[in-house]
Each structure stands twice: as C-alpha cells, then as structure tokens.
C-alpha cells in the first residue's frame, strides 16, 4: 500500500543518508525479534549497533548481519567490546573477527578503558583500514566530566584521525555525558560538540523522548540520533516530522477564517 501524500510536512532526507541518521541500539535481540523490528521500521532506521559486549554472545549474529544488508541498515560494533579487547591486547583480532563476520562498521570509544587520546586515535585509524568508523566521544562513568573545550577539540580531532561521525556518549539511560545526571541537556556540550565537527557529523545519543524532541527543535528533523531502541524507530520518526504532540508546532498549521 503506498505511503499517504496528503500532508504538509517537514523535508527529510531519504535513504542512504548522510544526515539525519537514526542509530539504534541493540541490547540483545533475537532474530525473530530483529526480523520484525525491520520489517516494521527498516525506512526509518541507517545504524544498527550490537550494544556493548552483545555480538560476541549473539548466536543469532549471521543471520541477523544479514537481515540488516537485505534491509539496507549498516551494522555496527559497540565500542565497548573493541575497548576491552585492546586493553587485553587484542584489538586486531576484534578487528579481524568483525570483519569475517561481516560488520561494515565499527565503534571506537574510550569510555571504560584506561585510554589516551592518542591510542585512541591509533585505534581509529586502524579501524578506518576495513570499516565505517563511529567515534565516541564522553565517558560512560558521571563523575568523569569533560570541559566544553575538551568536548570540541576530541571531536574535531577524531574526525581528523578518520572517524566518518562522531556519537556523543549519553548511554542507554541518557544520564551521563551530553546529560545531567536528571536526564536533562547539557546545552553548553551540545554546542561545543557542534563547534568540533558540524551537526551533520555528529550523533546525540537520546535514548529518551524529551530529550529527541529538544534535539530536533535545536537542528532540525535531520539531526542524526543515536541509542535509539531498535522498537521506537517510527515513533522517533513521527517526532521528526511533527506528527507527535512534543513536535507538532513544526506542523500545525491555522484554519483559514
């Protein structure tokens, strides 16, 4: 059945995009349940990553990488696995790994291990060699608290080191990072994430609905979010184009007398 035509709203970037991104977050999901998520919103889905450790228990894993290329949605590895395998050494074989099992993306992070800014960077550029980098930038740990400064020169130099965009940390709880601990944004780190790389190259976490509607208010319905779950795909889509009470001002529109 074709899509409905008869309102006025907000433009959109469509598929592939560059902008406008919805990442979601993938905590565990069975097949069945990942075959379903795509089906009912595949359109309105770009990234799919393997929270944390996931892919490396997910013995739905083949199948579900290639549900995501049947659908055209890029799938990506957390970050938090490629930081414990680097501190064990092992960063290569993750990479190596990643590959054979047909990741086309990958996560790099410094939010658990003990990283600097330059292994950081060499990470990166090591796993710019094979895939689509997503850096990530902010600590997972709410007492680990970067400077505005701080927030846009990582930015800026984690694009420079090969980083195709940049995710600003907020967790699955949207408590840390670009938040307080309320939940509530840190706009001061929101602009200087900004300041390091563009809005069209960053990605907010916002895991929560107030806090995607305040995003989409500041940018526009193609500003790119993150950690989205993998169910309330279409859900963020009706807020980006103002079929939500949080963002209907953006369609509403005055009776004629």
Known sequence: MAAPTFLNLPARSSKPRA??????????????????????????????????????LDVGLAEKLQLLRTHGVRSCLGGTLLEIAWSQGRAEACLEWAAAVGFDSVEVSRGVARMSLDDKHALLRLAAQRFVVLSEVGSKDPDEILTAEQWTREVASDLAAGAHWVITEGRESGTVGIYQEDGAIREDVVT???????????????????????????????????????????ALETLRLGLRADTCDLTLQRQPA
Not at 22 to 43: I, M, N, Q, Y
Not at 213 to 231: H, K, S, T
């Open 19 to 56: 902008v406008g991104l919805t990442h979601v977050l993938d905590k565990g999901l069975t097949v069945e349940s990942t075959r379903s998520a795509l089906t009912a919103a595949a359109p309105h889905m770009d990234v799919w990553k393997f929270g944390w450790g996931t892919a490396y």
């Open 192 to 234: 200087a994430a900004v300041r390091g790389g563009g809005v069209a190259k960053v990605l907010f976490e916002a895991p929560h609905k107030d806090q995607q509607a305040w995003l989409i208010r500041a940018f526009g319905p193609d500003v790119n979010l993150a950690n989205i779950p993998a169910q309330e795909a279409v």
